[in-house]
């Protein structure tokens, strides 16, 4: 089956301007993730949405990042403006969405950004 | 809160002699733990997890973790390291919940490298 589906991979901007990713879950899975991974560090979790509603955006920066699931399938981020420390790679996981804890989370490649 | 220490950032093993990849947890629930490898360029891929089920899990690659609750740890071994295991390995605790939804909480990765 298909993975999860991110673009663009890599995306170089300026600080203060504005960038979009995009990302498209596997099929049939209900329950979508933003991470973000800086350079070292582990990935942390940024949103989750399960279906077109958001189940937790405690650690979104809501200054300045946004995102949607609007029909419950693919979903987009946006940060406007950027700065220099949202450099880092911006990975979606997509998983079936059962509250078990033991529900398997699929990662995709993941965009990497760099702010100048 | 959960949480995951990894103990070493780097480990450094011979191509065919044992991996160990140390991982403590902190839980205040009962928790659902994983190990995911991280290749190069490429997404987060799962190697295990553990569900309060059999406490020693069984991964893909011949990858192996043992659940420890008296030592709150979470091991990750293999009895041969092959080069292709060269990657950064990430610990992983979630909460089960009976209501709710997963939430991952990544350790800062260890860098496996493996030397001919």
């Known amino acids: 089956e298909a993975g999860v589906a991110q673009s663009p991979r890599y995306k170089i901007i300026e600080k203060?301007?504005?960038?979009?990713?995009?990302?498209?879950?596997?099929s049939g899975h209900a329950t979508l993730?933003?991470?973000?991974?800086?350079?070292?560090?582990?990935?942390?979790?940024l949103i989750q949405f399960q279906n077109n509603g958001v189940?937790?955006?405690?650690?979104l920066p809501k200054d300045r990042f946004s995102a949607e699931r609007l029909k419950g399938v693919d979903s987009t981020l946006k940060i406007q403006p950027a700065k220099l420390e949202d450099s880092a790679v911006y990975l979606c996981a997509s998983s079936f969405g059962?509250?078990?804890?033991?529900?398997?989370?699929y990662f995709g490649p993941g965009t990497r950004l760099t702010v100048l | 809160a959960q949480s995951v220490t990894q103990l070493d950032s780097h480990v450094?093993?011979?191509?065919?002699?044992p991996v160990l990849l140390r991982c403590?947890?902190?839980?205040s629930y009962s928790p659902s733990l994983f190990w995911y490898v991280q290749h190069p360029n490429k997404g987060l891929q799962l190697l295990l997890k553990y569900t309060s089920a059999a406490t020693l899990v069984k991964g893909i690659n011949g990858f192996e973790a043992e659940f420890k609750k008296s030592e709150t740890s979470f091991h990750l071994t293999k009895p041969s390291a092959h080069m292709?295991?060269?990657a950064e390995y990430f610990c992983v605790v979630s909460p089960?919940?009976?209501t709710g939804f997963q939430k991952l909480v990544f350790g800062t990765g260890t860098r496996l490298l493996v030397s001919p």
């Open chain 1, 16 to 26: 203060r301007q504005s960038v979009a990713f995009w990302c498209n879950p596997i």
């Open chain 1, 33 to 45: 993730y933003w991470y973000q991974q800086i350079l070292g560090q582990g990935p942390k979790l």
């Open chain 1, 55 to 59: 189940v937790d955006d405690s650690q």
């Open chain 1, 98 to 105: 059962g509250t078990s804890g033991g529900d398997t989370q």
């Open chain 2, 12 to 17: 450094s093993v011979s191509e065919g002699t």
């Open chain 2, 24 to 27: 403590n947890y902190s839980s």
């Open chain 2, 84 to 86: 292709s295991d060269a």
């Open chain 2, 96 to 98: 089960l919940r009976g």
